[in-house]
């Protein structure tokens, strides 16, 4: 198992920048995809961005050359990654999730940390 806890969100105006953290606990060995998810007000649960163990990112069409996930950073405790969010607008308002999929136990998920992009 491991635990997540996001952290990092917030108010800002368009334009502006967040970064979100996810710090995982736990089980980290096992993680081989890590990845932000997002829910917009009446909107289902999207991929934000996800990034492999080897390196290998993937984003949404929506969210390109603007967010920027990072390598997983380890040390003896934690594992933690993060989501540099660039020129926000106010459609990428919403719940953001962290997401850690775990070899051979399937995906955990983060609490959600609120993110509002105001016009």
């Known amino acids: 198992q491991v635990q997540l806890v996001e952290s990092g969100g917030g108010l800002v105006q368009a334009g502006g920048s967040l970064r979100l953290s996810c710090a995982a606990s736990g089980s980290i060995s096992s993680i081989n995809i890590m990845g932000w998810y997002r829910q917009g007000p009446g909107k289902q649960r999207e991929l934000v961005a996800s990034?492999?163990?080897?390196?290998?990112?993937?984003?949404?069409d929506s969210v390109k050359g603007r967010f920027a996930i990072s390598p997983i950073s380890r040390d003896t405790a934690k594992s933690t990654w993060y989501l540099q969010m660039d020129s926000l607008k106010p459609e990428d308002t919403g719940v953001y999730y962290c997401y850690a999929n775990l070899r051979l136990q399937g995906g955990y998920w983060g609490q959600g940390t609120q993110v509002t992009v105001s016009s």
């Open positions: 990034i492999t163990n080897g390196g290998w990112k993937n984003y949404a």
